[in-house]
């Protein structure tokens, strides 16, 4: 049973528009929440992350949104560039500390010139 | 480099043999992780390090798998009997924070294949 859900396997968007990645998650006990964006051939690197006392976290051009009734996040990038081309994973956890992260399947963003 | 090193990146072996697959952390780095990402699938974690012992070893899918970290650096995982799905980029990562708080730094991984 899949806990942290991105349905979007792959998304296109043109250069300069915005990007919206979204991602659901099952288990209730989940408090901490990050974004990972991985390259060909190389390992996950951290993106941003936000904890549920929060509902927005803000870095530069990507912003995280929480929608905790919903069990709900979504990454935005804006504007979008060729560069942010990649695979990006979200990630769950419990903030005690006591559980490791679960990741989605990833969507794969593919930013057009 | 200043990374997470894994050795070998690529690895080809038949289905019964034995492979070795090595993650060197971030220097300093108390937490070491082990994930397994196979195709078309986010990681999936394997085994959690501080130290030098297994503190979780909960994802390890059967006694097949085996990791040790000895010194508290190097970690290796091991792999027994390999079978063809076990074919997958195995992760590597660090974090200088324990119990899966923090940031994870992430190796290139090794990609495993079975035949």
């Known amino acids: 049973d899949q806990q942290v859900k991105q349905n979007s396997p792959s998304l296109s968007v043109q250069e300069g528009r915005i990007s919206i990645l979204n991602c659901d998650y099952t288990?209730?006990?989940?408090?901490?929440f990050l974004w990972y964006k991985k390259y060909p051939a190389e390992g996950p690197t951290f993106l941003i992350s936000i904890s549920s006392i929060k509902d927005k976290n803000e870095d530069g051009r990507f912003t995280v949104f929480l929608n905790k009734s919903a069990k709900h996040l979504s990454l935005h990038i804006v504007p979008s560039q060729p560069g942010d081309s990649a695979v990006y994973f979200c990630a769950a956890s419990d903030n005690s500390g006591n559980t490791p992260l679960v990741f989605g399947k990833g969507t794969r963003l593919s930013v057009i010139a | 480099g200043a990374g997470v090193s894994q050795t070998p990146s690529n690895k080809v072996t038949e289905k019964g043999k034995y492979v070795e697959l090595r993650c060197d952390p971030i220097?300093?780095?108390?937490?070491l992780y082990w994930y397994r990402q196979s195709l078309g699938q986010g990681p999936e974690f394997l085994i959690y390090?501080?130290?030098?012992?297994?503190?979780?070893d909960s994802g390890l899918p059967n006694d097949r798998f085996f990791a040790v970290r000895p010194e508290g650096s190097v970690s290796t995982l091991k792999i027994q009997r390999t079978e063809r799905g076990d074919s997958a980029v195995y992760l590597c990562?660090?974090?200088?924070?324990?119990?899966?708080?923090?940031?994870?730094?992430f190796g290139e991984g090794s990609r495993l294949t079975v035949l």
């Open positions: 990562a660090s974090s200088l924070t324990p119990k899966y708080t923090g940031e994870l730094f």
């Open positions: 220097s300093g780095h108390t937490a």
């Open positions: 288990n209730s006990m989940f408090d901490y």
């Open positions: 390090f501080q130290g030098t012992g297994a503190a979780d």
